[in-house]
């Protein structure tokens, strides 16, 4: 009986439980109905008219009809066959005149040293960027032809697949000792050098102010970045003063975005375009006052400038510490092929992993990094060779000034120098066609030079037409003084 009384009061008790919780469900159902009647008066006016307007569109779609899209008529097979006669297609690429300039290539037999053979004519050279004489050295060729016997022609992989050669990893060694940094990175193609190097560390949201005259290669490497791209005028350190101002008050209103955000100064040593010096130490100091970093391309520069040929920061005397990375081919001064980048070594080894030019493509022929290696060699051994090359540039420069219709662009000290004519027709075919008469002209006078050429719907900004003079450390003054007449000579035959 005790137990029958305990089971009774236990269910009582749970039946009161029970009422209590559901009486308290209640009271919170009616509480919450109470909170949202009271936000629905306390809400904002345009709050209650866009839920409103949403309520109804809703209603809309719920009711709206649905409309079935109305069958095309098949196509009978002769309606067919009209449509596919009718069709043009739009041409693959633009049409090309059969006389266009780039089509019409001057032949060279035999090595393109001192004198070179043009269309079977003899003429001096004053067309390559040979400028230190070692493209045709006896040195370099034994050097070169001992690799070829012992390695082969090519690597067949790239430097990550059994494409690295004890070859490859000297020269990169004495690369970094010549310039005097930690380490250097050797690429097997010139252009893709500077062109991998900028989109390793620059990325999408990056900001990159760089020299609108700066080259074709580096315009490439900017383009694959991604990144948010500020030209400057051309050496004006005011204007590039300007453009960093304005991005460290944008970076004071937007604090957190300017933490994660790299920026860059890129530049030419020696600009290809224009034949100017860059004002290293004015954007030395910039980089420190607005906390940058410089890329500096020396293409060429390197073995040109300097006492001893090392480029545009032994010619300033600048710490090449205070240079976050430096790049240069190997196919001007060096005459060999390819190029390479060098600084410290946590930035040179990131491209080893980044560079798509490095990672990608067939490492380095071995020959052509024994010739690369040979032409330090030799100039570490005669540094004079700089001097030489730097005497007859300046003899060059002054010869050439005062050309009648033609003005002449670039520093005493460049070995490429442009000539342009001083008064446009404003036409470029014409400029150009007006320019070709005179390189013609003087090619049958035995003096070879070049047109500079560019891909007039790809440069940023492109330059005007010119004639571009090349000056070696093997060209006698005997031979500069009879360049400089013929050139004269044409300029008053064809211009005037």
């Known amino acids: 009986k005790l137990c029958i009384c305990c089971i ?45 307007i949403l309520i109804l569109w809703i209603i809309r779609l719920l009711f709206s009809k649905t409309y079935k899209l109305q069958e095309t008529n098949k196509l009978t097979e002769k309606e067919k066959e009209e449509l596919i006669e009718e069709w043009q297609p739009d041409p693959l690429v633009p049409l090309v005149s059969k006389d266009h300039p780039s089509l019409s290539y001057d032949i060279v037999t035999g ?71 930690e380490e250097a990175i050797i690429y097997s193609y010139g252009f893709a050098t500077i062109a991998s190097a900028i989109p390793a560390y620059s990325k999408r949201g990056d900001i990159v102010f760089v020299d609108e005259a700066a080259c074709f290669s580096i315009q490439k490497g900017l383009q694959a970045s991604r990144s948010v791209i500020k030209y400057f005028k051309h050496n004006d350190m005011e204007d590039l003063d300007r453009l960093l101002k304005e991005q460290q008050l944008e970076d004071h209103k937007n604090p957190r975005k300017a933490k994660v955000t790299r920026r860059f100064i890129v530049v030419e040593g020696l600009y290809m375009n224009t034949a100017d010096i860059c004002p290293l130490p004015e954007l030395v100091k910039m980089k420190y006052k607005y906390k940058v970093r410089i890329f500096l391309e020396e293409s060429l520069s390197f073995g040109v400038l300097g006492e001893h040929g090392r480029g545009v920061t032994e010619h300033f005397g600048v710490n090449i510490d205070d240079i976050d990375l430096i790049s240069a081919n190997m196919e001007n001064a060096i005459a060999s092929i390819g190029g390479f980048c060098c600084g410290r070594s946590f930035v040179i080894d990131h491209q080893r992993l980044s560079g798509q030019g490095y990672c990608f493509s067939a490492s380095l022929p071995p020959m052509l990094a024994a010739a690369a290696i040979e032409a330090l060699d030799i100039m570490e051994e005669d540094p004079d060779i700089f001097t030489v090359l730097r005497e007859k540039c300046t003899s060059v420069y002054h010869a050439l000034q005062g050309t009648s219709g033609l003005k002449l662009v670039g520093v005493p000290l460049s070995p490429s120098l442009h000539l342009q004519l001083e008064r446009s027709s404003g036409s470029r075919d014409t400029d150009q066609r007006t320019l070709r008469r005179i390189v013609d002209y003087v090619s049958l006078r035995e003096v070879a030079l070049t047109i500079a050429r560019y891909l007039e719907k790809e440069e940023r900004y492109l330059p005007p037409p010119t004639i571009r003079v090349l000056v070696t450390v093997e060209q006698t003054d005997e031979e500069i003084q009879k360049a400089v007449s013929c050139i004269k000579e044409a300029a008053l035959a064809v211009i005037s």
């Not at 439980?17 to 159902?29: C, F, H, L, Y």
């Not at 393109?112 to 003429?123: A, V």
């Open 111 to 181: 090595p393109p040293s001192h004198k070179i053979i043009i269309n079977g004519k003899e003429c001096i050279n004053f067309a390559s960027f040979n400028f230190l004489g070692l493209l045709d050295n006896d040195r370099v060729k034994q050097k070169a032809l001992t690799s070829l016997k012992t390695y082969g022609v090519g690597t067949c992989g790239p430097r990550g697949f059994y494409g690295t050669f004890d070859v490859h990893l000297e020269l990169e060694s004495r690369l970094a000792k010549f310039m005097k940094t």
């Open 8 to 52: 009774c009061l236990g269910l009582y008790n749970n039946k009161n439980r029970k009422e209590k919780r559901k009486t308290k469900m209640a009271s919170g159902q009616q509480w919450v109905l109470v909170e949202m009647v009271q936000a629905f008066y306390e809400a904002p006016a345009y709050h209650l008219i866009l839920e409103g």
